[in-house]
């Protein structure tokens, strides 16, 4: 698939951009991705399916899901990630220079998240907002599927803000 033919700017996306920006959630999703390796984009596919889809997630769909974007992520935006991490160690002067890797790597999770919205809109099509929310049950399959079933008891409260965030978002 070609990014020309991405929808950049979706309903996914926007989701995404509000929800992240909510208090706590940023915080709450770079500590999961330093423990437990997860893809945030993921786990923003699972919360927002089940906020504006209303579509109770299965390990199946996110499966499916990850395999759509697996190839992106691990040669594109991981590298870059590294690259920008990497960077944050060296002097100072090298601050500018980060920020534009930044960017990229920001564009790069924006390419991943378009081709998410391309996977639902094939996987859902007849699918529109529904009047009840999986916010909280997909944050919960997600989890499983994430640490291969050996999720603790706390993962749900590790993404209250997120699901508070999404919750406010989908009424």
Do not use: H
Request: glycine fraction near 4%; aromatic fraction near 8%.
């Amino acid at each position: 698939m070609d990014t020309a033919e991405l929808e950049l700017d979706n309903p996914f996306w926007r989701f995404s951009l509000a929800v992240y920006a909510a208090d706590g959630v940023e915080d709450e999703c770079l500590a999961l991705q330093q423990e437990l390796n997860i893809d945030v984009n993921l786990l923003l596919f699972s919360v927002w399916v089940g906020a504006e889809r209303g579509i109770n997630i299965t390990q199946d769909d996110i499966r499916s899901a990850d395999a759509t974007v697996e190839s992106w992520r691990k040669r594109v935006v991981r590298p870059l990630r590294e690259v920008r991490q990497a960077l944050k160690k060296t002097r100072a002067d090298r601050d500018d220079f980060r920020r534009k890797v930044k960017a990229i790597e920001l564009e790069a999770e924006q390419i991943e998240q378009a081709k998410l919205y391309i996977f639902a809109c094939k996987r859902w099509p007849d699918e529109g907002r529904r009047q009840s929310t999986q916010i909280t049950a997909n944050a919960r399959a997600f989890m499983l599927y994430a640490t291969d079933g050996t999720t603790r008891g706390d993962d749900e409260a590790r993404l209250r803000s997120l699901i508070e965030a999404a919750d406010r978002l989908a009424r």
